[in-house]
């Protein structure tokens, strides 16, 4: 059974960086499809970006701040994220599934992780 931990939010000041960390177990990450989420308060959950062997893609929000990877080797999958905002606060979720390419619809993900708070605050 597949399992995913996300790791490296916190408080961060308008303009930082953080690094997410997304490390699966039970199954490889190097077949699936896999993609960052954010849920902020009192708002719907949203795909904001995501990655898979044939494809990667990013929301409008974040393009061109934000960077996805993946790292086979140790099962991880990161998302760099830079210049951030007050607005990029949520909580980051990470989600896999079992396709050739990915989506950021949330509702074609069978596995996600339990989040990690990213606040940006001065």
């Known amino acids: 059974q597949l399992q995913l931990v996300e790791s490296g939010g916190g408080l961060v000041q308008p303009g930082g960086s953080l690094r997410l960390s997304c490390a699966a177990s039970?199954?490889?990450?190097?077949?699936?499809?896999v993609g960052w989420f954010r849920q902020a308060p009192g708002k719907e959950r949203e795909g904001i970006s995501c990655?898979?062997?044939?494809?990667?893609d990013y929301a409008d929000s974040v393009k061109g701040r934000f960077t996805i990877s993946r790292d086979n080797a140790k099962n991880t999958v990161y998302l760099q994220m830079n210049d951030l905002k007050p607005e990029d606060t949520a909580v980051y979720y990470c989600?896999?599934?079992?396709?050739?390419?990915?989506?950021?619809?949330?509702?074609?993900?069978?596995?996600w992780g339990q989040g990690t708070q990213v606040t940006v605050s001065s």
């Open positions: 990655v898979s062997r044939a494809n990667t």
């Open positions: 039970g199954s490889t990450l190097d077949y699936l499809a």
């Open positions: 989600a896999a599934m079992g396709r050739l390419m990915c989506f950021l619809q949330e509702g074609v993900y069978g596995y």
